[in-house]
């Protein structure tokens, strides 16, 4: 955004338009707020001005203040001399016209504005708890009074974006154009209509509506299981609260007052972190200038088992008609019926509708076989996670499919380069791993085999982003970036039972941490016998892999989790809640006894530690081999696939806070008391010398 800001006065006769050019988002950047005041003092000066119009350049409104800026130290304007406040204090009504985005300072402008007209597409919001912040431009004081409470705080605590025609049946909008209309003209239009409208209708001066005395309490409560550990969602809710209290301007200043606790706590930080690591996953630095991703039209699916399934359900939910195949009719059946069963709970749980999960399945089309796909131009292969299953798929898909189209795997870790092998189009080739449930985890990461073209793999990131995936790519290497980063993880966990722990203790200790759900918990979910799987297979290709007896007697006594209602924990029939099982605490005992392995007590910082530095130390050799392009890859990895605490930032960001030579050093003891299995990785050991923290790491390059 090194663009200088600009923001114009034009006049359309007599209407000011008043238009915020400060691409690529019309961000609150530097000068930008001055500018919108400067030209509100110009139309109020105007004589031959009525009213004004506020509007954005390009494809968006104002999407907020620019989150570059936070923790800067740059200065803010003080209250009263704030754009809202100029806008309260104009003598001729301000109509926001919103197209795009109206998010954060850019909606609480609007809320500023004496009228609010948008096109259909437009979405408003105030997303700043989702940054670790609350709107700190009067948006928790001004919309209570224009929404109500309750509905203010769902927005507020969520930061969800609203799209215009809810905003106008909640009464943010004045008006939202038919389909087509020109912004511009209707928004000249609407001012010339209310330029002699008087009063002014500002949202200050509008009284609270009634709301229930309880709500807060019961808002707390509501938000407590995902708000854990964090303190800006509260935050939100005591602004809101104060808004239906005090007087508008003490409510102004007790926000005002939040909001500067906030900008730079640590959670505000990662939060910040995270977004833009979000937005950089995407940049792939070695890629062509001039290369763009394929479009697509008509993806199929290979294999309805539950993976295939998902995948199938993203491709419809993004609004594509999908060909979904299985090996026989009774599978690809049992596949619909799973993907019918799926959006059934949606409607059931209210968060889809009937109608639209009509027009989903609807985009489902099952075949029968490959002579039905053969047109189209992606397949992604979803099939069993055995190399001796996905191969004949792959030179089947070679032989029948157009040479032109692009084939993709689902497999979690097995080698690209081997699959391509049997196909005479490994140009055509990459890996696109969702993670389980597939039409959920918001994850893709995209494989790239030593011999897929660019197009290819600037293809399969864009499938992603158009499916509503965060694409993040992965060399090509045992477990990807995802799950060999994590694979140590998994493996630490079980070996803590070997010197004393429980299941439940370390699930405690990740789910304090911020975890939704406990490892051994996910595990049971997933299934152990899928873990066993992918451990023989390992220990068969390297004799010097770490085996984990006590995860191995569960699979072997039928243990799989909660599909055979045991596994680390016991379920009830129906009930998916963990019980700890005594049964298991007596096998961990068993192998201990075989094993011989010294006990003893741990902290939860030493659980914690030992699981997560495992991860980092693994994922600094990704990056020494160049197969992540960056450390916050990693991190994304972690939020959007593993479901890392996003107020932590992420794994590597999380272990920045730690310091790097505080990890390194820890690693080392381990190394010295436990062996290879914890030998510092190269980068480490010069990130910890270098004093060089793993955010500026510089990764080998990509291959
Ligand atoms: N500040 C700085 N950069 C921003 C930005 C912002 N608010 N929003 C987007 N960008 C950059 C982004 O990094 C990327 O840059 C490019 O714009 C395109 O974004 C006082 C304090 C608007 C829904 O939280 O949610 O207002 O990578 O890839 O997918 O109360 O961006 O190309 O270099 O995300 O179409 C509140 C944040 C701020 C909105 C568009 N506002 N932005 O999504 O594009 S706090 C937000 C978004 C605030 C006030 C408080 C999304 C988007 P680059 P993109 P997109």
Redesign the pocket.
Known sequence: ?SQAPVVRLEKDNDIGVIVVDYP??N???PGVADGIVDALNRGNADPEIRAMVLIGAG??FI????????GTGRKRAPLGSRTYDVMDRSAKPVVAAIH??A????L?NALGCHYRIAVPAA?VG???V??G?????G?TQRLPRLVGPKVALDMITS?R?VPAPEALALGILDEVLPEGADLRSSAVAYARRVADIRPLPRVRDRAVPPYDPGLFDATRKAIARRARNQKAPYRCIEAVEAACTLPFEEGIARENEF?AEL?NSDEARALRYA??A???V??LPDMPADIKPRDFHDPAVIGAGTMGGGIAMSFADFGYDVKIMDATEAALNRGMERIRNNYATSVKRGSLAQDDMERRLARIHPVAGYDDIKDCDIVVEAVFERMDVKKPVFAKLDEIMNPDALLFSNTSALDMDDLASVTGRAQNIAGTHFFSPANVMKLLEVVRPSKASPETMATAMAMGRKIGKISAMAGNTDGFVANRSRAPFNGEMVILLEEGCLPEQVDKVMVDFGYPMGPFAVGDLAGLDVGAEGRKRRAAANPNYRKLPIADRLVELGRFGQKTGAGWYRYEKGDRTPHPDPEVAAIIKQVIAELGTPQHDFTDQEILFRLLFSSVNEACRILEEGKAYRASDVDVMWLHGFGFPRYRGGLMYWADGIGVKNVYDQIERWHQQYGERWAPSRLLRHLAESGTPFREAKPAPFR
Do not use: C, N, T, W
């Open positions: 955004m690529p988002v961000a609150l950047g494809r968006s999407a907020g203040a620019d989150i570059r800026g936070f795009g985005y998010l954060g300072g850019g609480e979405k105030l997303p700043e989702q940054i912040i609350l709107p700190g431009g948006g930061g974006h909001f900008e977004f833009f979000e937005r950089e995407a940049k």
